[in-house]
Nanobody
Framework: QVQLVESGGGLVQAGGSLRLSCEAS????????MSWFRQTPGKERAFVAA????????YVASSVKNRFTISRDNARNTVYLQMNSLKVEDTAVYYC???????????????????WGQGTQVTVSS
């Protein structure tokens, strides 16, 4: 079992930055693909970014490309999401997920992931 705990969310003005962290426990995540998804009320969970186990490959949704960066520190069992130039439409609950057998073609699909955190709220004000 893997437990994931997100942190770093909060209220920020448009144009600002936040860094989300996802700390894993229970197992080392170095062999897991990790990702971030986000969800707003009444909408399905949407892919934000994913990173391979070794960190050599990343995927980023077009809506956040050039603004968000995913990274990981396997020594700390932690994954990060650096969010810059935040927009009001980035407001959502952000979830961290871990998957043990995630194919590149399905890295943006939430069903590819086995473990999920409880989420952290990010609110961007205008």
């Amino acid at each position: 079992q893997v437990q994931l705990v997100e942190s770093g969310g909060g209220l920020v003005q448009a144009g600002g930055s936040l860094r989300l962290s996802c700390e894993a426990s229970g197992r080392t995540i170095s062999t897991f693909s990790m990702s971030w998804f986000r969800q707003t009320p009444g909408k399905e969970r949407a892919f934000v970014a994913a990173i391979s186990g070794g960190g050599g490959t990343t995927y980023v949704a077009s809506s956040v490309k050039n603004r968000f960066t995913i990274s990981r520190d396997n020594a700390r069992n932690t994954v990060y999401l650096q969010m810059n130039s935040l927009k009001v439409e980035d407001t959502a609950v952000y979830y961290c997920a871990a998957g043990i057998r995630v194919r590149p073609s399905t890295a943006s699909t939430d069903r590819s992931y086995d473990y999920w955190g409880q989420g952290t709220q990010v609110t961007v004000s205008s």
